[in-house]
């Protein structure tokens, strides 16, 4: 027996404080762990539905499988993307304006 | 309250907290550690909740393979040790950003809340249901996936090709004209 | 110890193999190992491991703490006065040795002294025990430098058909009873085996360094059958003379 | 209370075989190593060659200062030995040795193995950052690509397995073990073999630690009690690795006596593999840093990706 308020309570406050991250970082990886703290706040929420409720396709986990994985291709290139900025431009600062 | 909830609530905290200093905290190396907490109390959330699976490919995976990797990428840019300033926006810009994310925070809990209803039986998922659902019925959302991840790889290595490229064109400037560049 | 091959013959594979195999063949063969303090080394017998000092062979001419590479040998002499031996003589003047000093922690084990000493007074010896717990312990003064003297091994025997020893020479020719019956002073023994000694063997005839290779701590393989004649004279000289010129073979004749 | 009882009985018994098995495997490095180089090794510690040569090696680390750098960030320079031991220790309580004798049964311990070990990684990294040394830096950079580039590799090779046994779980894979799988399954074994001493650093893949390189990589600034838990856990690698793929490759417990002795066999292919693993150390020299990244992009992939192909063929074939 489970109650479904403190998994919901967590995604939430999970993408709060993910949007805060990717707002107040200057630095392209911090930013980069915002967007990872919203990912898994979806996370969350897939997998408590999932959990408790007559999930026939197991949904909840597959689809949280799926979000992990493309997780992992997004860090990918994007940090490929920061690395390359950084070779450029010598910082990773997303604030700056690119002269 | 149930035995669930109370450790639900456990390393739900942990989860929260973590989470919040890896989003504050100036420390830049720290903040990925923060996530590695966070992540890993997100996994035991998992693990309350009754998936194992996906705890465990979230321990492998992200733990083992995403921090590492923002780490990785931490430690080539810039991380030195010490509170960093320079990582977060000015003093107003994070009040707007906490005002945003509390935004965030108070409309999903306004729309989940009402819907959690009473406690409710975890069945459990075994590996095996995961198991046949994702070779049954999302079998071609996990075949796009698949491609997915093979293009992600090829952007990843062709993004640092390309820069490599354009570095090593820099360098050469003076001596080559510019269709050597082009065929660069 | 094969035959040398080229860098590259047949990829990688019977590389890693061949790496496998040998190691694998070396662990089932017996070690070669001997644990040095239960099982005392086999050292080559010239081993070169500890430096000796022959102190009666100093003339403290100071050339080995010149030549030192890394000045590690300290050398403190006086000079002292020896009176004239016969009436109306002149003094005559010998260099007394202080101090000799080697600080085994600066030497490198060169061996540049032993090859410069004219006078045959530094010697390899065989001896490697002597570390300390404290690196200023390993500044050796002549007392313990001399007592590696009797580890030094015998020098190598000389060539069949080569000239007989100076000493071996001198110990064989007849001993002159002229000379040998007045006590010959020990001021001109001492000054007398000095300039001479190393490079003229046909001209050492002199009953002090005769008696030498007994008198001190080297042995040499045909001084057994020398001592017998001549020790009796610088014995007697040495009970008779003066303490003060310290004539270096007659005491340590002695002493042996 | 008999739960507690037992619950604290596997505990410790865990607890016992972590501190107890690296130190066998580390006294047989001593000793193997020493005869494959035509040495003796240690012979004086605990007198009947040199035994206890490991605890005195403890002592020693136990009287050590304990030395933080003063540039240092401190607490995760603290922190990461604790980061890099305990993922091993919670690993080998899920390491069946036989049928019943597991500390603690999970259904997918295969992947559980794995997502621990993973874990283990940042403490490589948080240690060469935290230490304010460029070598340990460089150091923690090139065990996280290390690690990152063979951790694909040696899951494709278990999953291979996994496939076949049609099992996540340790128990369930070495039950339906059979020895035709010795052949079956040898290229992914040797896949596992090799990703798995990638993944443990150890020669000849030891270039995060390489000393004439980076003197000695994350661990330079590591002194004492600290440096010799990073020690711990290289050893505590080997072993749970050796008996990862005793269980995997080798089927476990699985041979004569099976059902007295089947704890024994398991150690037993494990003491092997890891006298392999030693093996390997002493016979090959260490890789260069693009050849470490090409034998795992170039041929371990491809080779698990096969390992796996055909693991999937045989076993649609054969149901």
């Not at chain 1, 967590?10 to 404080?17: N, Y």
């Not at chain 4, 995997?248 to 593999?273: A, N, R």
């Amino acid at each position: 027996m489970i109650h479904l308020a403190g998994p919901y309570a967590l995604a939430a406050v999970l993408a709060g404080l993910g949007a805060y991250g990717v707002l107040a970082r200057r630095n392209a990886v911090l930013m980069l762990i915002g967007v990872e703290l919203i990912l898994n706040a979806a996370n969350l929420l897939l997998v408590s539905v999932g959990s408790v409720g007559a999930d026939t396709w197991q949904a909840g986990n597959v689809l949280t499988l799926f979000v992990i994985t493309i997780a992992a291709a997004e860090v990918c290139v994007a940090l490929a993307v920061v690395l390359a900025l950084f070779r450029l431009r010598g910082d990773v600062d997303l604030t700056r304006r690119a002269e | 309250m149930t035995t669930l909830d109370i450790a639900f609530a456990g390393v739900g905290l942990v989860a929260a907290a973590s989470g919040l200093l890896a989003v504050t905290t100036r420390h830049v190396v720290h903040a990925a550690l923060w996530l590695v907490v966070c992540l890993g109390s997100v996994a035991g959330c998992y693990l309350v909740l009754g998936a194992e699976l996906v705890a465990l490919v979230q321990l492998l995976v992200y733990v083992g393979a995403v921090v590492v990797l923002v780490l990785f990428a931490l430690m080539l840019t810039r991380a030195p040790i010490g509170p960093n300033p320079e990582v977060t926006t000015s003093r107003a810009h994070r009040a707007l950003a906490a005002v945003l994310g509390a935004g965030v925070t108070a409309l999903l809990l306004s729309v989940l809340l009402p819907v959690a209803g009473p406690a409710r039986k975890r069945p459990g998922t075994s590996n095996t249901a995961v198991a046949e659902q994702v070779f049954g019925t999302w079998v071609w959302p996990f075949e796009a996936l698949s491609l997915l991840l093979l293009v992600a790889l090829v952007a990843a290595f062709a993004i640092s090709r390309m820069t490599r490229a354009a570095e090593v064109a820099q360098s050469a400037l003076p001596e080559m004209t510019a269709p050597e560049r082009i065929s660069q | 110890m094969s035959e040398p091959r080229t860098p590259r013959s047949g990829g990688a594979l019977p590389g890693l193999l061949k790496g496998l195999a040998t190691t694998a063949r070396t662990l089932a063969r017996p070690t070669h190992t001997t644990e040095y303090p239960d099982a005392p080394p086999h050292l080559p017998p010239r081993s070169r491991g500890v430096i000796a000092l022959l102190e009666e062979n100093c003339t403290s001419c100071m050339l080995c703490a010149r030549e030192c590479p890394d000045w590690c040998i300290y050398i403190d002499s006086h000079k002292e006065t020896l009176p004239a031996t016969t009436p109306g003589g002149r003094e005559r003047q010998r260099n007394v040795l202080d101090r000799f000093a080697i600080d085994f922690s600066l030497c490198m084990y060169c061996g540049i002294c032993i090859e410069v000493c004219p006078f045959d007074a530094l010697h390899w010896s065989p001896e490697f025990e002597y570390s300390e717990l404290d690196i200023r312990d390993l500044l050796h003064e002549k007392d313990r430098l001399g007592q590696w003297m009797p580890t030094v091994p015998p020098p190598p025997a000389l060539d069949e058909h080569s000239a007989e020893p100076a000493e071996v020479a001198a110990a064989n020719k007849p001993a002159r009873p002229a000379r040998a019956a007045g006590a010959p002073p020990p001021a001109r023994a001492a000054r007398a085996e000095r300039p001479e000694r190393p490079e003229r063997p046909a001209r050492a005839e002199r009953p002090a360094r005769a008696e030498r290779p007994e008198g001190t701590a080297r042995p040499e393989p045909p001084a057994d059958s020398v001592p017998a004649e001549p020790p009796t004279p610088p014995s007697t000289a040495s009970e008779s003379g003066s303490a003060e010129t310290k004539s270096p073979e007659p005491t340590s004749g002695e002493d042996q | 209370m008999t739960d507690v009882l037992e619950v604290t009985l596997r505990s410790v018994s865990v607890l016992a075989a972590f501190l107890v098995l690296p130190l066998l495997v580390g006294q047989a490095e001593h000793k193997v190593m020493a005869h494959m180089q035509g040495r003796l090794g240690p012979m004086y510690a605990g007198g009947f060659h040199g035994w206890a040569q490991l605890v005195a090696d403890g002592v020693k680390f136990v009287q050590k200062e304990d030395i933080t750098p003063a540039a240092a960030d401190r607490r995760v320079f603290r922190f990461a030995p604790a980061v890099a031991l305990v993922p091993y220790l919670v690993a080998m309580a899920v390491i069946p040795l036989s049928p019943d004798l597991v500390a603690a049964d999970a259904p997918a311990s295969a992947l559980f193995v794995l997502a621990t070990t993973a874990v283990g990684i940042l403490g490589t990294l948080m240690a060469g950052w935290a230490s304010a040394n460029k070598y340990s830096l460089l150091g923690a950079m090139r065990s996280a690509a290390q690690l990152l580039s063979y951790e694909l590799p040696l899951v494709l090779a278990v999953a291979s397995v996994c496939l076949a046994a049609g099992s996540l779980s340790l128990g369930g894979i070495a039950q339906a073990w059979s020895p035709w799988w010795l052949i079956w399954q040898l290229p992914g074994a040797l896949v596992f073999l090799v990703a798995a001493v990638a993944e443990l650093q150890r020669p000849p893949f030891d270039m995060p630690v390489a000393d004439a390189e980076i003197v000695f990589g994350a661990y330079t600034e590591y002194t004492g009690l600290r440096f010799a838990f990073f020690l711990l856990a290289e050893y505590a690698g080997i072993v749970v690795m050796s008996l990862l793929f005793a269980v995997l490759y080798l089927g476990g417990w699985q041979g004569p006596f099976s059902d007295q002795l089947g704890w024994l066999w398991t150690l037993l292919k494990g003491l092997v593999i890891a006298v392999v693993i030693i093996w390997l150390r002493v016979a090959w020299p260490r890789l260069r840093e693009d050849q470490l990244q090409h034998l795992a992009w170039i041929v371990l992939v491809p080779l698990a990706l096969a390992q796996l192909a055909l693991t999937g063929v045989w076993v649609v074939v054969s149901a």
